[in-house]
């Protein structure tokens, strides 16, 4: 199966900082990525659609100027959470579309101090 | 917009027994993709299966098959002889298309406990 990281895994930052993750597919190409958040006990919730060469087109209520997503070539997309606060704190996952199928990156736990 | 309820938070099952997880969601598309996921500890989201709404036969892959009834909008999986593995949260989810973008709407998820 296809299959997509994200990196880094874990990441703490104090806040006002930004942090950039990064979601990669390994063995496909991806015109289209997605990011996810995930707050604890909670389902997915999609924060924005990622297309290579374009502007990312983002879910109602989520900032675009804080979370800044660029896809820059057909296998990585990155999102910058940028002047990070506590409440920024969550679990964030990347998706990639292939054959009417998603395949989900391992997520990233990002912890705001 | 597209809504997916999954009404039972938390389900268990004796291992080797049957289990159904239900979902029912709600569209006026006729041709869409429902999934299952599983979520483990891992946190890594994993598909079980995913059914494709103008086939009316119901998907299965090993000790997973779907109860997909069209017309009622639901969407439940059964798993057979549950195995300790099969422990996690388990996500329906539907995708739709926004304006050309694809977009995939979660349940908020059953949580499978497997009793040894």
């Known amino acids: 199966g296809a299959v997509v990281s994200q990196h880094p895994s874990r990441v703490i930052c104090k806040s006002g900082t930004s942090v950039k993750i990064e979601c990669r597919s390994l063995d496909f190409q991806a015109t289209t990525m997605f990011w996810y958040r995930q707050f604890p006990k909670k389902s997915l919730m999609l924060m924005a659609t990622?297309?290579?060469?374009?502007?990312?087109?983002?879910e109602q209520g989520v900032e675009k100027d804080k979370f800044l997503i660029n896809h820059a070539s057909l296998t990585l997309s990155t999102l910058t959470v940028t002047s990070a606060h506590p409440e920024d704190s969550s679990f964030y996952i990347c998706?990639?579309?292939?054959?009417?199928?998603?395949?989900f990156g391992p997520g990233t736990r990002l912890t705001v101090l | 917009a597209q809504t997916v309820t999954q009404s039972q938070p938390e389900m268990s099952v004796q291992e080797a027994e049957t289990v159904t997880l239900s979902c029912t969601y709600d569209?006026?598309?006729?041709?869409?993709?429902l999934f299952w996921y599983k979520q483990p500890p891992s946190r890594q989201m994993i598909l079980v299966i995913r059914?494709?709404?103008?086939?009316?036969q119901n998907a299965t892959e090993n000790r997973f098959s779907v109860n997909f009834q069209k017309a009622a909008k639901s969407f439940s999986l059964k798993i057979s002889d549950s195995q300790l593995g099969d422990a996690a949260m388990y996500f329906c989810a539907y995708r739709s298309f926004d304006f050309g973008n694809e977009k995939l709407t979660f349940g908020t998820g059953t949580r499978l406990t497997i009793i040894p």
């Open positions: 569209t006026s598309e006729s041709d869409y993709y």
């Open positions: 990622s297309n290579e060469g374009s502007k990312a087109t983002y």
């Open positions: 998706s990639a579309s292939i054959h009417n199928e998603q395949f």
């Open positions: 059914q494709e709404a103008y086939k009316q």
